[in-house]
């Protein structure tokens, strides 16, 4: 599988496991992009003894924060824990 078929294949799923979250079809594709972003850059972004599961999510809640194409105010508390939960379950199952 190419880097490119892998990338497609792994935005798919992240989408499909933002839309099972109820989030729209459009913001679900827009959140995949920056979780895709921000998880491979983690790695350059921290330090080498803070680079934790836990920590990676953590990180990956504040980017969807910041990433997010809409205003926070109408979001319910914790969705983007359980959406950055779901998000890694996914990322650290693919190469």
Wanted: glycine share 6%; charged share 30%; proline share 5%.
């Amino acid at each position: 599988m190419t880097e490119d078929e892998l990338l497609v294949t792994l935005r798919v799923a992240l989408c499909a496991e933002a839309v099972e979250e109820g989030w729209a079809p459009a913001t679900a594709e827009k959140l995949a992009d920056v979780a895709i972003r921000r998880w491979e850059s983690f790695e350059r972004r921290s330090k080498p003894n803070k680079r934790t599961y836990r920590l990676r999510i953590h990180d990956l809640v504040q980017g969807l924060r910041q990433g997010a194409p809409f205003d926070l105010i109408y979001l319910e508390p914790g969705a983007f824990e359980r959406l950055a939960s779901r998000f890694g379950e996914v990322l650290t199952r693919l190469p």
